[in-house]
């Protein structure tokens, strides 16, 4: 259930298909939860600016039913963006979500 989305304005994004993977697999040990729940999407490309440049910049978002330690994972999440893009560490936002498991639906149910 843990789901990442990535924004980014860059064009240059390092083989997405395997940064993709290397997402998933990433999300799944920083939240402890098995890779068969994680969703990933990557939109590279896209019309951004951040404190007033279109230099590249991204956005991302992390969502999850608990399992969530941003001090934690904002670091590594950084880290792996930054190494796969041409993205300063110091222009990625990350947002957190802790969604209750009764709002989280999957194959016609919810978790909770």
Known sequence: MPFIQINTSSKS???????QKEISKKI??????????????????????FAGSDEPCCFIKVKS???LNPSLMSKSLCELIASKTNINTNRIYIEFIDVKASNWGYNSSTFG
């Open 13 to 19: 994004v390092v083989d997405s298909d395997f940064l």
């Open 28 to 49: 799944a040990d920083l939240t402890g939860k098995s890779e068969n729940y994680v969703m990933t999407m990557i939109q590279s490309n896209t019309q951004m600016s």
């Open 65 to 67: 039913i608990g399992s």
